[in-house]
């Protein structure tokens, strides 16, 4: 809220203190009274305001001394690197300080001439010259006082001070300022005081000191469809006057009775010309290109005679509006697939005196061109529906209704090739061998589509390689084509069965035996070969007439299988010879006793009528010769023994040596 005045009081003057860091100004302002920059390298300029620092010029600066500088770091090397806040480009130059220990005074000027009663705006633009790391990480931050006083050195305002401003990482310039009202005075003394100690730290930078007039917002109302910026259009052939209106924000200051002039200059002029009997918040004018208009006001009628108590509103600028040339340039894009998109984002049409534009983008297909429903903005999302080469304009509208081609686009739209898959089995067991893949085909393209996914090699699909589980395959357009739309199946392989090899099985005739296959299979089925009493289960009962090999299919519930061969050999009777004789004719010299070397772990042993072992075998592949310890054994009976892990018990007969 803006303060009231406080009457009866003579000579007081009442302060509105803002701090105008991140402030954002709500109010109109006048032309400076007081714009303090500092001036450039090959034209310093102090301003004409006084310091009570010492002025060092040459070398860096010591506690109470200031210079002129284009970046803060000619104070002193170690400060930061920050050009001057007013005109960085051309070294414009800014107040460098190195605080004093005691209070001083940075800058004081003296204004004149004002008008009372009128509210002012004091700012200054400062940045902490220290870097954050300097003073061992602590630096004195400054702190700086905003002071008015009369003539006399008196206060007459409560001061405005920053607070402290820390240093930074990275440099920062900052405003800070008040607004006051002069009461009944038109003359004051503007000063800018350290308010902290000096010692390690409390350097700063201080530019663009301003003393201005400053009121409510005062707002210039027009037509704002042909408004850009701080330009009003007209149109080339219309004649009819243009109005300007202003609205100002009731404020105490101007509450009673705001006076207002109209002002005017050429484009190229510096200076702005009252239009005599222009005081009306409305103002009419006949279109004349590049003339700038603005609204000043003042709190009384007698205040707006002088022009340092004036606020103004911004200023904005006539002109006539150019119809434009289309554009004949054709920018290529693509190619793109027809199923999507690309963004044209041309940038706004800048032409000279184009004035406010409204767009609205064109689709010329071969057939004509047409609007595109909704396309107004200055960029637009193309969605391509087919192939071929389609051509987007964007054209502009200016105020006047005057249409002109900005940008042409031409996009080449490829067509998509699809793609259809269908499995020829969803499922695999994982010990099966590699499937060929097919059902693949390309749904508008004669061309040939790969096969791709975990476990496809040269199109098969192997399970083992893959593993078990749930598998994506992938057909596609051949490589290298631009668009494309694959199709994809999942195969599931499936876990394979345990099944051991079983060994061979010896019998004799009539006896049986439980085969035992040693798997985790579920389902069992044995080929058809005779003498099983099951052939459906895991462990049938073997009692085979002859030798025999049976075969096991084993499966698991998902229908998995795996085979095994398993022999029984069926053992012939054995025939044992009674007789033998060992006289080298080359007949029967030998005890050949048939079938014996089919009897596993065969072992037979063969006694004199003392009980003498005169022959052991573990095996039979050499038939005894009658001889013992290499001499032959003389005529005479001798007994033996038989045993095997098939006989029931051993086999025990008489053998005679003939000669």
Not at 40 to 67: C, I, K, M, V
Not at 165 to 178: E, R
Not at 409 to 424: D, N, Q, R, S
Not at 646 to 654: E, F, K, M, R, T
Request: net charge negative; with cysteine.
């Amino acid at each position: 809220m803006i303060s009231k005045y406080l009457m009866g009081i003579g000579g007081l003057i009442v302060a509105l203190f803002i701090g105008l860091a991140g402030y954002a100004q709500n109010g109109s302002v006048g032309d400076p009274i007081i714009n303090i920059t500092f001036g450039t390298a090959t034209d310093p300029d102090f301003g004409g305001g006084t310091t009570t620092y010492f002025h060092n010029q040459t070398s860096e600066l010591n506690d109470g001394e200031y210079r002129l500088g284009s970046n803060i770091n000619q104070g002193r090397m170690g400060w930061h690197n920050l050009r001057d806040h007013t005109n960085e480009q051309n070294e414009g130059m800014m107040l460098i300080v190195n605080a004093s220990y005691d209070a001083g005074e940075f800058y004081r000027i003296r204004v004149s001439g004002l008008c009372q009663d009128t509210r002012f705006r004091f700012s200054a633009w400062i940045a902490n010259a220290n870097r954050a790391e300097e003073c061992d990480g602590n630096p004195i931050p400054p702190n700086v006082r905003f002071v008015v006083e009369d003539l006399n050195g008196n206060v007459v305002s409560s001061p405005y001070a920053t607070g402290n401003i820390q240093a930074t990482s990275s440099p920062l310039w900052q405003q800070y300022g008040f607004e006051f009202d002069t009461g009944n005075q038109s003359e004051f003394d503007l000063v800018l005081i350290n308010d902290n100690p000096g010692g390690c730290g409390n350097d700063l930078a201080i530019d663009d000191i301003q003393f201005r007039p400053y009121g409510p917002q005062l707002s210039l109302i027009m037509d704002e469809t042909f408004r850009q910026v701080d330009t009003l259009f007209f149109c080339e052939s219309d004649a009819t006057p243009i109005t300007l209106s202003a609205e100002i924000i009731s404020d105490d200051s101007y509450a009673t009775a705001p006076a207002y002039q109209w002002q005017t200059r050429q484009e190229g002029q510096v200076s702005w010309i009252d239009m005599p009997g222009k005081n009306n918040p409305q103002l009419s004018i006949t279109p004349t290109p590049n003339q700038w208009y603005r609204l000043t006001a003042a709190a009384t009628m007698g205040n707006l005679d002088n022009l340092l108590c004036r606020i103004s509103s911004d200023s904005i600028r006539l002109a006539r509006s150019v119809p434009q040339a289309d554009i004949a340039d054709m920018e290529m894009l693509g190619p793109i697939c027809d199923d999507s998109s690309i963004q044209l984002d041309p940038p706004e049409y800048t032409g000279a005196n184009v004035g406010p534009l409204t767009y609205q983008w064109l689709l010329d297909d071969g057939n004509g061109v047409s609007e595109l429903p909704g396309a107004t903005s200055t960029d637009y999302e193309f969605q391509a529906r087919e192939a071929g080469a389609v051509r987007l304009l964007r054209q502009a509208v200016n105020g006047c209704g005057d249409p002109f081609i900005t940008h042409i686009f031409e996009v080449e739209v490829a067509e998509t090739i699809h793609a259809a898959f269908t499995l020829p089995q969803d499922m695999i067991c994982v010990d099966d061998e590699p499937l060929l893949l097919s059902g693949g085909i390309l749904v508008n393209s004669d061309g040939e589509g790969v096969y791709s996914g975990n476990g496809v090699v040269d199109g098969r699909f192997y399970p083992t390689l893959a593993g078990a589980g749930e598998h994506t395959i992938t057909f596609s357009p051949p490589p290298g084509t631009l668009c494309t739309e694959p199709s994809q199946a999942i195969i599931t392989v499936l876990d394979s069965i345990y099944l051991e090899p079983m060994a061979e099985i010896v019998l004799l005739r009539g006896q049986h035996i439980t085969l035992r296959p040693q798997t985790d299979a579920s389902q069992f089925r044995w080929s058809n070969e005779p003498g099983l009493d099951n052939y459906r289960i895991q462990n049938p009962v073997a009692s085979p007439d002859e030798t025999t090999t049976y075969t096991l299919t084993a499966a698991n519930s998902a229908g998995c299988e795996k085979v095994v061969d398993v022999k029984v050999t069926v053992l012939k009777d054995l025939s044992v010879p009674n007789s033998f004789t060992p006289n080298g004719d080359g007949f029967n010299d030998t005890w050949q006793i048939d079938g014996l070397e089919e009897y596993p772990n065969v072992v037979i042993q063969v006694f004199n009528r003392w009980g003498t072992l005169v022959f052991s075998s573990k095996g039979y592949s050499i038939p005894w010769d009658g001889s013992f310890n290499g001499a032959p054994l003389p005529m005479a009976t001798y007994y033996y023994t038989l045993s095997s892990d098939v006989l029931p018990q051993p086999i025990s007969g008489s053998i005679s040596i003939l000669k």
